[in-house]
Every structure is written in C-alpha cells, then in structure tokens.
C-alpha cells in the first residue's frame, strides 16, 4: 500500500520560506512523478510543482521563481522548498504521486494522481 507523509507546514510571515517534505513508502516501481497541490478553502485543488523520475520539473506561473521542487531517490522523499511567501500561498499543501508514471503529461493536473498524503496546513500573515 502507497503511503504519503507531508511534514514541514506551519505559520511565517511574509516574506518567509518553509520546507515541506513529502515521504513515500510502500511501492517498489521506478516509474512515477510526483507533485505538490494546494487548496483553498471551497476551491478545486491546483497544482503547484511536479518532478518526474529524471528531474524534470514543472511549475504554476504563480509560485515560479519562488517555489522549487525536489527529490531524493534512494530516501524516497519529495521537498517543497517555499520562498518568498505571500498570504495568498495560505493553503493546504498535499504531496501526491503517479504510480507507475503516465505518458500522458498534464503533470500539474490533479486528475493525473492516484496516491495523496493526507495535507499540511501553510499560513502566511502579512
């Protein structure tokens, strides 16, 4: 059974920076990508970052330049490290995964997940 954990949410100010983590476990596949969503409340779920197997990484306009996304392999742990944050990023953050991988792109497209950690509340005050 795929199992997510995030870790890391919590209150800053603006201006700020968290890191998020993300730790997987219960699948053996090499094949998979993985992403960070948020929600706010009454709104669909948007994807924010997205890795795939080789690094290859995607963003939403709103959180590039701010936002990287990040991987370790061999620990099975995704990161989210957040800068710069705005009270607009005031959300809740969930990892989730694509296991095996889809070719089918549309990384930042909830629809393309099938495995979610439970979310991590991030409030940033102005």
């Known amino acids: 059974q795929v199992q997510l954990v995030e870790s890391g949410g919590g209150s800053v100010q603006s201006g700020g920076s968290l890191r998020l983590s993300c730790a997987a476990s219960?699948?053996?596949?090499?094949?998979?990508?993985m992403g960070w969503f948020r929600q706010f409340p009454g709104k669909e779920r948007e994807g924010v970052a997205a890795?795939?197997?080789?690094?290859?990484?995607n963003y939403s306009d709103s959180v590039k330049g701010r936002f990287t996304i990040s991987q370790d392999n061999a620990k099975k742990t995704l990161y989210l490290q957040m800068n710069s944050l705005k009270p607009e990023d005031t959300a809740v953050y969930y990892c989730?995964?694509?296991?095996?991988?889809?070719?089918?792109?549309?990384?930042?497209?909830?629809?393309?997940?099938?495995?979610w950690g439970q979310g991590t509340q991030v409030t940033v005050s102005s």
């Open positions: 890795i795939r197997r080789d690094g290859t990484t």
């Open positions: 219960g699948y053996t596949y090499s094949s998979y990508y």
């Open positions: 989730a995964a694509r296991i095996p991988a889809s070719s089918s792109g549309g990384y930042l497209g909830a629809i393309m997940y099938n495995y």
